[in-house]
């Protein structure tokens, strides 16, 4: 059994290991170097590393049995081209889910566009943990109020410096973060609101929601995309009844 993994997840990483270690031939496909380092290496495992083109998805997945998809739950364009490129290579797709939060207490918005418009009319300073790629969407507010936490890397930095916030503001951190050391980071920086998305346990959501909680900070939430799938044991179990 061949099985092609589009990851850069927790799960993604998880179940890759586990259908290696029961005699699996397993592909790994991550979008960057990032995801290759924290993918690892592992024996009867296979990591490409780069974005690819619906194209170029199809090509590759012709011989697989299997692809799953495991991408974040944000992902949303990522999602849609793996779809289209099983499809088009007649390689069965299954979504693995990630299971969503609990979010009663937090402020819902529908994208990034809207918690900065939903921020424009409120003052404080503003933990942004949403990640590089969103940041341009908060550039029309006072970027002195805005404290992004990315990763430390290049397009990390450049996306805040694109974004024009100052370099005293950039929190380049690598998670996982507990939920004390959120809250030390909203106290250091006296953070009136926290945005994020629903990443759910493996993304470290409860830890932001408990640390803006136990802090006073308001969280507001980007909403996660609706879609259809599986959980990591549904997956593991229909992986392990192709092989059997």
Do not use: W
């Amino acid at each position: 059994m061949s099985i092609l993994i589009f990851s850069g997840t927790t799960e993604g990483r998880r179940l890759s290991c586990c259908l290696a270690e029961r005699g699996a031939n397993v592909t790994v496909c991550v979008a960057t170097d990032y995801g290759t380092e924290e993918q690892g290496a592992h024996e009867g495992v296979t990591v490409l590393t780069g974005r690819k083109t619906e194209t170029e998805m199809a090509a590759l997945l012709r011989g697989f049995t299997l692809c799953v998809d495991a991408t974040h739950p944000y992902a949303v364009e990522a999602s849609k081209n793996i779809r289209a490129a099983c499809e088009a290579a007649n390689v069965p797709y299954r979504r693995l889910l990630r299971a969503k939060s609990e979010t009663e207490d937090a402020v819902t918005v529908a994208d990034a566009a809207e918690a900065a418009a939903y921020l424009a009319k409120t003052e404080g300073n503003v933990l942004l943990t949403t990640g590089a790629k969103e940041l341009l969407a908060f550039a029309s507010l006072d970027v002195n109020r805005l404290y992004p936490r990315v990763l430390p890397s290049h397009d990390g930095i450049a996306a805040c410096e694109a974004a024009g916030v100052p370099h005293r503001n950039i929190i380049a951190m690598q998670g996982p973060f507990s939920r004390e050391l959120n809250a030390a980071l909203i106290r250091q920086y006296h953070i009136a609101y926290v945005v994020t998305k629903d990443g759910g346990a493996a993304g470290g959501f409860p830890e932001k929601a408990e640390a803006a909680r136990e802090t006073g900070a308001a969280l507001l939430v980007l909403r996660r995309p609706e879609e259809s799938g599986a959980s990591f044991e549904e997956i593991l179990k229909e992986c392990e009844a192709y092989s059997s």
